[in-house]
Structures are given as structure tokens and as C-alpha cells.
């Protein structure tokens, strides 16, 4: 009874981990998303002559 305790610790603290790693993956990635966005409107952004004047 004992061992199957420690067994189901182990398992909870790495399933935390995982999760705990799986949410900084997905805030990582969504928050480079919106910076390469924001960069792509700058770098596709065309001037127009006609409008300076």
C-alpha cells in the first residue's frame, strides 16, 4: 500500500511538471505569434508618393 502511494506521487509531480512546461510552451508560442505579426504589418507596409505630398 505503501509503494503504490510513492508510485502515485511520482506520477502526480510529473504530470505537474508536464503541465506546469506545457503552459509556458503555449504562452511562449502565442506571445512570439503576436510579435511576428506585429513585424510582418512593418515589413509589408508600402509607402505611397502620392499621399507625402
Do not use: P, R
Not at 20 to 32: E, P, R, T
Amino acid at each position: 500500500m505503501d509503494c503504490i502511494k510513492k508510485v502515485l506521487k511520482v506520477i502526480g509531480i510529473i504530470a505537474a511538471v508536464a503541465g506546469a512546461a506545457a503552459g509556458i510552451y503555449f504562452a511562449v508560442k502565442k506571445f512570439l505569434d503576436k510579435k511576428n505579426q506585429t513585424a510582418d504589418c512593418e515589413e509589408n507596409y508600402v509607402s505611397c508618393s502620392c499621399c507625402e505630398a
